[in-house]
């Protein structure tokens, strides 16, 4: 069995990969505050562990709150990715660095293949795009996973802030302009669970298959928890003002992957999957 140790084990995705290599891996999670990334010391845990696989799927991910603090979230989303890499080149383990689709402008109509340059907008998309640079000037045993608009069971996410949005309100306003691909944590895990038996290292999208808005993702959301009669107005995201401008259509293709067979199933099924789990107080009320 493959040691595989997974740092941020308690966030969407780190949960998400817990549970996946549960039974196909010796597994190791490690978790704040013990195990901070930003700390250099963390390379001397992770030789000491001595994993196969150590799979980084700890982030600062609050993408307004990092326009006030650069400096934490580079030392998290940067440097932290460094000081892993540096260690998994020391122990021969490989590394999966988990990363976003917000590296990419967001060209209104572009679709985002893994071979497209970056032009990261954000303190976090930057962040996050030093972070894969870092990790890969050290490290050749390196897989760079892409994910976007994630969600996963518990998770302070779109779906569970949208569904307490239409109870509290019982009406609602959702940005119609933004388009990317709604992606479950744990079809993220799968895929990367089949990814780390290959050896091809690279980049890699890991996204749910087809693309939405986040109003058509809403309105699927209230479709499929049974709340359509709820009105859902398409609204214009410069009526939803926030500290940062998200890229308007950071929408990923997963090429390299499907190239090796490793595919994810389409977003609307995903949901679906996920409202039975998570939303089963709204199905047949
Ligand atoms: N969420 C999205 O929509 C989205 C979209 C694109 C890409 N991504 C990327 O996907 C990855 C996983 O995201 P997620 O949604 O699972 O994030 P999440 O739920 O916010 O979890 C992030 C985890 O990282 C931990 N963490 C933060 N700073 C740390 C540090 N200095 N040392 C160690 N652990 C630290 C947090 O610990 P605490 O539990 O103590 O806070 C948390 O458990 C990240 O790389 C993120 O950038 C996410």
Known sequence: MPHILIVGANGQLGQALAARFASSAKL???????YDIADPSIATAVAAARPDVLINAAAWTDVDGAEDAPNFAFAVNALGPKYLAEACAQCGAALVQISTNEVFAGVEGRFYHE?????????????KAAGEHAAASVLDRLYIVRVAWLYGAGGSNFPAK???AADRHGALRVVSDEYG???CASDVAAAIAQLVETQRFGVYHFVNEG??????????????????SLPVTPICAHDWPRKTAPPPHAVLVN????????????????????VRTEYKRYIGS
């Not at 190791?28 to 013990?34: G, M, V």
């Open 211 to 228: 693309f939405a808005s986040r109003y058509d993702w809403a309105v699927e959301l209230m479709r499929l928890t049974e709340r359509e």
């Open 115 to 127: 071979y497209e340059q970056t032009a990261p907008g954000s303190v976090y998309a930057r962040s």
């Open 255 to 274: 090429q390299a992957g499907a190239a090796l067979g490793i595919t994810l199933p389409h977003w609307r099924d995903a949901l679906r999957k996920h």
């Open 162 to 164: 949208i569904s307490a």
């Open 28 to 34: 190791t999670c490690w978790t704040r505050p013990r």
């Open 181 to 183: 691909n709604p992606t």
